[in-house]
């Protein structure tokens, strides 16, 4: 706690030193953690002001057509085939290195293949949209419904294609440990999209506008968080058609497909439950599952705010060759997460009865095996999640996508066998057994032994010195 309260301040530290980058990584690492949650509070009370906003002005139909629309987001997320991560991974590195051209380069060549993807998007949506039925494929009734179909997608899209070659300036922030800067201009733009939302009904636009609203003003902050970033913070780093290069594009390409697949796999692992559920188990049983476990994981998504930020920090130290604060810095995190989710785990499995009745009542079936299965789940996708933090800094991503796979393969094929066999803990304690045994075990034993070399290297370092 000591060492947390020594680098809370807004001043940087010198870092010409060991300790000044040790303690200059940390503080940078609080204020993205301590930005991101702002901007997640933001979120939440947008969402909340919105949400009666818009359902009192749109009804039912409509609104539910705006919610289908926006669903396909989550498969529109993998659009940028995982080049964001391989930018926070590359940038990380230059950081480390003091190496303003490498970043420049890589940049460049993300830039310009998102906006290639974005190009090849909009070309394909624009020949298979007019053929496309919208208000069938919704299967919206009233009139204005069925008229706003089409163009409420448009939008929608369009919104989503302008943001994705922007989408990379959060990353390259977060690849120079600055995520706060993103975080603040998120916060920015989830105030002013309120505003805006409340002028559109004012106005009594049409679905459409109020597409445009909630989807392009992120697209706007990200367009202005770039202006400051290329314009101000670090004009060096102004994408150049000069810098393209074939073989650094090869391998953008290359490990950002190791990303995509990585995303993928984690969809399916932690997201395919309460499809199983559902198939196996019938629709009601889904209720029983899903509930207690929006429970859990509030803690996850909050250590994952201060998880996210040690990424960069852990690339950068890497690359200085600060091996051993990133291997202390490790050890610490993962601890820290294991301790902090296990005793949250514990009060949930005590007082899961209680706190469920208070919350939605008898709708939920309480069962202890679930509970306690969801516990131990819980604490240990966070460990996983710690560990991998490391693994994706120091470049592991081969690594990680081959137990990625292999887990989600025979993760899904247990949670089926289960479901039928045992019931709802089946499920969650088929994902703990082969999360267990195919990713919290490779990640151990490799992180043991590079920990081993790295104080043997050491050891001898002293020994010749």
Same mark, same amino acid.
């Given at each position: 706690?000591?060492?947390?309260?020594?680098?809370?301040?807004?001043?940087?530290?010198?870092?010409?030193?060991?300790?000044?980058?040790?303690?200059?990584?940390?503080?940078?690492?609080?204020?993205?953690? $301590?930005?991101?949650?702002?901007?997640?509070?933001?979120?939440?009370?947008?969402?909340?002001?919105?949400?009666?906003?818009? #359902?009192?002005?749109?009804?039912?139909?409509?609104?539910?057509? *705006?919610? %289908?629309? %926006?669903?396909?987001?989550?498969?529109?997320?993998?659009?940028?085939?995982?080049?964001?991560?391989?930018?926070?991974?590359?940038?990380?590195?230059?950081?480390?290195?003091?190496?303003?051209? =490498?970043?420049?380069?890589?940049? =460049?060549?993300?830039?310009?293949?998102?906006?290639?993807?974005?190009?090849?998007?909009?070309?394909?949506?624009?020949?298979?949209?007019?053929?496309?039925?919208?208000?069938?494929?919704?299967?919206? =009734?009233?009139?204005?419904?069925?008229?706003?179909?089409?163009? @409420?997608?448009?939008?929608?899209?369009?919104?989503?294609?302008?943001?994705?070659? #922007?989408?990379?300036?959060?990353?390259?922030?977060?690849?120079?440990?600055?995520?706060?800067?993103?975080?603040?201009?998120?916060?920015?733009?989830?105030?002013?999209?309120?505003?805006?939302?409340?002028?559109?009904?004012?106005?009594?636009?049409?679905?459409?506008?109020?597409?445009?609203?909630?989807?392009?003003? +992120?697209?706007?902050?990200?367009?202005?968080?770039?202006?400051?970033?290329?314009?101000?913070?670090?004009?060096?780093?102004?994408?150049?058609?000069?810098?393209?290069?074939?073989?650094?594009?090869?391998?953008?390409?290359?490990?950002?497909? !190791?990303?995509?697949?990585?995303?993928?796999?984690?969809?399916?692992?932690?997201?395919?439950?309460?499809?199983?559920? %559902?198939?196996?188990?019938?629709?009601?049983?889904?209720?029983?599952?899903?509930?207690?476990?929006?429970?859990?994981?509030?803690?996850?998504?909050?250590?994952?705010?201060?998880?996210?930020?040690? *990424?960069?920090?852990?690339?950068?130290?890497?690359?200085?060759?600060?091996?051993? *604060?990133?291997?202390?810095?490790?050890?610490?995190?993962?601890?820290?997460?294991?301790?902090?989710?296990?005793?949250?785990?514990?009060?949930?499995?005590?007082?899961?009865?209680?706190?469920?009745?208070?919350?939605?009542?008898?709708?939920?079936?309480?069962?202890? @095996?679930?509970?306690?299965?969801?516990?131990?789940?819980?604490?240990?996708?966070?460990?996983?999640?710690?560990?991998?933090?490391?693994?994706? @800094?120091?470049?592991?991503?081969?690594?990680?996508?081959?137990?990625?796979?292999?887990?989600?393969?025979?993760?899904? #094929?247990?949670?089926?066998? !289960? $479901?039928?066999?045992?019931?709802?803990?089946?499920?969650?304690?088929?994902?703990?057994?082969?999360?267990?045994?195919?990713?919290?075990? +490779?990640?151990?034993?490799? !992180?043991?032994?590079?920990?081993?070399?790295?104080?043997?290297?050491?050891?001898?370092?002293?020994?010749?010195?």
């Amino acid at each position: 706690m000591s060492t947390i309260l020594s680098v809370i301040r807004l001043r940087p530290f010198d870092t010409s030193t060991i300790e000044g980058r040790s303690n200059e990584r940390l503080r940078r690492v609080f204020w993205t953690a $301590a930005a991101s949650a702002l901007a997640k509070a933001v979120n939440t009370l947008t969402i909340l002001v919105t949400v009666p906003i818009t #359902l009192g002005y749109l009804g039912a139909e409509r609104y539910g057509l *705006w919610m %289908a629309i %926006a669903a396909f987001v989550v498969f529109l997320g993998f659009a940028d085939l995982g080049i964001g991560n391989v930018i926070l991974n590359l940038v990380s590195e230059a950081n480390g290195k003091n190496d303003v051209e =490498s970043a420049r380069m890589c940049i =460049s060549n993300a830039f310009f293949m998102l906006i290639g993807i974005c190009l090849s998007l909009a070309l394909l949506f624009m020949l298979v949209y007019p053929y496309v039925g919208w208000a069938q494929f919704f299967n919206v =009734s009233s009139s204005i419904a069925r008229e706003e179909a089409g163009p @409420a997608v448009a939008t929608f899209v369009a919104c989503f294609l302008v943001n994705l070659p #922007l989408s990379i300036i959060p990353r390259i922030q977060m690849g120079y440990q600055e995520g706060y800067l993103s975080s603040v201009w998120q916060g920015i733009s989830n105030l002013f999209g309120l505003i805006a939302l409340i002028v559109v009904i004012h106005l009594k636009a049409g679905l459409p506008w109020l597409v445009l609203v909630i989807s392009g003003v +992120p697209a706007l902050g990200n367009a202005l968080n770039g202006i400051s970033l290329f314009g101000f913070q670090r004009p060096w780093l102004i994408p150049r058609r000069q810098d393209l290069n074939g073989l650094l594009a090869k391998q953008i390409v290359w490990v950002g497909f !190791l990303f995509l697949i990585l995303q993928v796999t984690n969809a399916i692992i932690y997201s395919a439950d309460n499809i199983i559920i %559902a198939r196996i188990l019938g629709p009601e049983a889904v209720t029983d599952y899903a509930v207690p476990s929006r429970l859990f994981i509030i803690l996850p998504n909050f250590l994952y705010m201060f998880l996210a930020p040690l *990424w960069p920090a852990y690339g950068e130290a890497s690359a200085r060759g600060d091996d051993s *604060w990133a291997i202390k810095t490790l050890v610490r995190a993962t601890l820290a997460t294991f301790g902090l989710c296990l005793l949250a785990s514990l009060f949930l499995i005590v007082f899961g009865k209680q706190i469920l009745q208070a919350w939605v009542g008898s709708v939920v079936t309480f069962s202890l @095996a679930l509970m306690i299965g969801l516990g131990v789940w819980t604490t240990l996708q966070a460990v996983i999640t710690a560990m991998a933090m490391f693994l994706n @800094a120091i470049d592991k991503i081969r690594f990680r996508t081959i137990f990625a796979l292999l887990t989600a393969f025979f993760a899904t #094929l247990a949670k089926v066998v !289960l $479901a039928g066999s045992v019931g709802l803990p089946g499920v969650v304690w088929g994902n703990i057994a082969v999360a267990a045994c195919l990713t919290l075990m +490779p990640y151990s034993i490799y !992180l043991t032994k590079r920990f081993a070399n790295n104080k043997k290297h050491s050891s001898s370092a002293s020994c010749s010195a």
